[in-house]
């Protein structure tokens, strides 16, 4: 059942997506769930089957084979598809299964305009997967409009933007380059993994579609993987379902469940997530040890005004580089105690990562470079312990370093 069923069999106000006065924090426990009709329960229950009686051929009660649809998976669509302004959301096994799906819509001969600091794993799909079958992609500086709408073709299907980007906290301006996607008619796909919905909903900025690694700050927790796309209707609902459907890359009930259940506390997690790193980001900007640091909150920082219009918070990722060798930065990650030295990011704890040598590895080091990602990057993903903690969690890393 989409939730715009939903919010129609309500009676809701759907001029405004059937939201009404209810706020995000509202939305983020209660939209797409209800307790359980038979038990009360209320917490979704976790679907764990494969299949589902019918009464009689092709006389089922919405559910056939739980590939193609699970109760659990359900209520995280309609739960994502509302916090993200959109009417319809289809979940995957991860966040690359997501990006896949949105590269299905392409077809052989088509050309893709791309960020030229996507995460890696973007870089690598377009490049060592899709160009195999004759889709290529133009990466560029996705904050050069200019050089966006020079890089669009005739064949251009896709722009593919990334906003804050991962690792350099570059912010793209989402309603100019959905504008300039739509004036070559192609598609506008934003990752919003780093921001989540509750700091910035792209398709209310006219993006067409918003992919999302639930991995990271909608679960929450570090204990789960998966992806999402969310839509705002154009038809695209029935397409991504019918890959979602056809490839299989779907998440199964439990894991559903693990990211319905992180959803309900990420406002309040997120809003701990933006303090500290923004605490962070001044004290490391006012380091001796540090040379420079990016975070979009920080007045220095080049978007820092179109990071204010667009996002509600900044966030709680930032990079910083420090002033001395690749050596002293390995150092460092490797020394910190409170910072665990992982990939990955948006869990409650916080995690330290050198970017050229572990998540962005899979970029050919003068691409790296072209696009400003120095080997000497450090990047945080700043948790919810106490931000003194870290801060001194930082120092004794740095004093072993320098
Ligand atoms: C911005 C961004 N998008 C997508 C992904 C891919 O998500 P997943 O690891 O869930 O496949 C990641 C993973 O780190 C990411 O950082």
Redesign the pocket.
């Known amino acids: 059942m989409s939730d715009e069923t939903d919010r129609e069999a309500d009676g809701d106000d759907v001029t405004d997506g059937g939201r009404g006065d209810r706020r995000f924090e509202t939305r983020a426990i209660h939209a797409g769930q209800e307790p359980d009709p038979e038990t009360g329960a209320l917490m979704t229950p976790i679907h764990a089957n494969s299949t589902y009686k019918q009464d009689a051929p092709g006389e089922h009660r919405g559910y056939e084979y739980s590939r193609t649809g699970n109760p659990t998976r359900t209520d995280l669509e309609a739960n994502l598809a509302d916090l993200e302004s959109g009417t319809d959301a289809r979940c995957f096994a ?3 299964a997501a ?1 896949n799906t949105v590269l299905n819509l392409l077809e052989s001969g088509d050309h893709v305009v791309a960020g030229d600091d996507v ?1 890696g ?2 870089h690598r799909i377009l490049t060592q997967v899709y160009e195999q079958y004759d889709i290529e992609t133009t990466f560029v500086d996705t904050t050069d409009h200019e050089a966006v709408a020079d890089a669009m073709r005739p064949e251009t299907e896709l722009v593919w933007v ?1 906003t804050p980007t ?1 690792p350099l906290m570059n912010v793209n301006d989402i309603e100019a380059l959905s504008e300039i996607a739509h004036e070559g008619d192609a598609l506008c796909a934003v ?1 919003n ?2 921001a989540t919905p509750y700091l910035q909903r792209p398709l209310e900025l006219g993006a067409d579609v918003v992919s999302q ?1 639930l ?2 700050y909608l679960g929450g927790h570090s204990d789960t ?3 999402a796309l969310i839509v705002d209707g154009k038809g695209l609902d029935e397409k991504l379902g019918f890959y979602q459907n056809s490839v299989g890359a779907t998440p199964g009930p439990f894991d559903s469940f693990l990211v319905l259940r992180g959803i309900k506390t990420l406002p309040v997690r997120m809003d701990r997530h933006c303090k500290n790193a923004a605490e962070l980001a001044r004290w490391l900007a006012d380091h001796e040890a540090v040379e420079r640091v990016y975070y979009p909150g920080l007045e220095s920082h080049p978007q820092h005004e179109l990071a204010s219009e667009q996002m509600d918070d900044f966030g709680g990722m930032l990079s910083f580089e420090l002033d001395g060798t690749l050596e002293q930065g390995s150092t460092v990650v490797a020394e910190t105690e409170v910072f665990t030295l992982a990939e ?2 948006g869990g409650v704890e916080s995690l330290i990562e050198q970017p050229a040598a572990m ?1 962005h590895a899979a970029i050919p080091r003068e691409e790296r470079l072209a696009a400003g990602l120095s080997d000497g990057l450090i990047r945080v993903s700043v948790g919810i312990e106490h931000v003194d903690d870290m801060k001194a969690d930082l120092q004794q890393a740095f004093d072993a370093a320098f």
């Open positions: 991860s966040g690359m990006i995460y794993g973007t990334e991962n990752d993994t780093f690694s991995t990271k993987i998966g992806g990955s990011l998540t």
